[in-house]
């Protein structure tokens, strides 16, 4: 069983090592431990891909729904690009708490970059705010909140 130092370390290699897009390449899976079991980052796959296909948590399986690459641009700042490449994305660019993460076509926008910090919080640069899951699995979205120390907004990040 990994250590959360040394999955920090390893995402924060990662984060260095990855390319700039999601087509080939290394896959990441991005999880939370919470209850009895892990969940991973999962994007909806009910009809397709779409701009604004909900972004939540759901038990791991390790599909193209849960494969996320992390990339790095100036300043340290990253996207993080999903299935088919879409990224994801604060919905209409909201700042406040309880804003849901999205799927949506890269444009690279401020409410497209995320840094990974070195305790497991993925903070939204421009609301420096954390993503959180309001649940364990069952599809619980992913939301903007304040940074905390809390299990629902630290994330694991592996290959």
């Not at 999601?22 to 990441?28: D, E, I, K, P, V």
């Not at 193209?64 to 790095?72: E, G, K, P, Y």
Request: glycine fraction near 14%.
């Amino acid at each position: 069983m990994k250590t959360f130092a040394s999955l920090v370390l390893s995402a924060a290699f990662t984060l260095f090592a990855t390319s700039a897009h999601a087509g080939g390449g290394t896959y990441l899976t991005v999880h939370n431990e919470l209850g009895d079991g892990h969940f991973c980052m999962d994007a909806s796959l009910d009809s397709g891909v779409h701009d604004g296909d909900p972004v939540y948590v759901y038990r791991c399986h390790g599909r193209a729904n849960q494969r996320w690459t992390i990339t790095q641009s100036i300043g340290g700042q990253s996207a993080i690009v999903g299935i088919d490449g879409f990224c994801l994305d604060v919905r209409g660019a909201g700042e406040r708490s309880g804003t849901p993460v999205q799927l949506y076509q890269c444009h690279f926008g401020a409410n497209q970059k995320f840094t990974v910090t070195h305790g497991g919080h993925i903070r939204e640069v421009d609301s420096g705010k954390c993503l959180a899951s309001l649940g364990r699995g069952g599809r619980a979205p992913i939301v903007l909140e304040p940074c905390r120390e809390y299990a629902n907004q630290i994330w694991f990040v592996e290959k």
